[in-house]
């Protein structure tokens, strides 16, 4: 059975830090496009950074460029998002997810989730 789950979410002040996990079992990270969404109150769910499993490569949403940092432990499987210097607009439900080896950081795209952390950023 293929499970993710996410921990790490709290409370934070804005400027602070925080670090999610997501620890996946039932399946190999390596075989699979992993990474983080997230769904802010009254607004549609949003990929936040994801690691394509063909190549490696990161994605990062322009909202979090340069304070966000996605990263995995594949001998654990498992996924981390480190996330500094946050803001009150980064409140949100947090979610990891898996998909196709090929695909974009998509919501649509992804076969399996986590059922999320929430992070709340205080102003």
């Known amino acids: 059975e293929v499970q993710l789950v996410e921990s790490g979410g709290g409370l934070v002040q804005a400027g602070g830090s925080l670090r999610l996990s997501c620890a996946a079992s039932?399946?190999?990270?390596?075989?699979?496009?992993i990474g983080w969404f997230r769904q802010a109150p009254g607004k549609g769910r949003e990929g936040v950074s994801c690691?394509?499993?063909?190549?490696?490569?990161?994605y990062y949403a322009d909202s979090i460029k340069g304070r966000f940092t996605i990263s995995s432990d594949n001998a654990k499987n498992t996924m981390y998002l480190q996330m500094n210097t946050l803001k009150p607009e980064d409140t949100a439900v947090y979610y990891c997810?898996?998909?196709?080896?090929?695909?974009?950081?998509?919501?649509?795209?992804?076969?399996?989730w986590g059922k999320g952390t929430p992070v709340t950023v205080s102003s």
């Open positions: 690691i394509r499993g063909s190549d490696g490569s990161t």
């Open positions: 997810a898996a998909g196709g080896p090929f695909i974009s950081c998509v919501d649509y795209g992804m076969d399996y």
């Open positions: 039932g399946f190999t990270f390596d075989d699979y496009t």
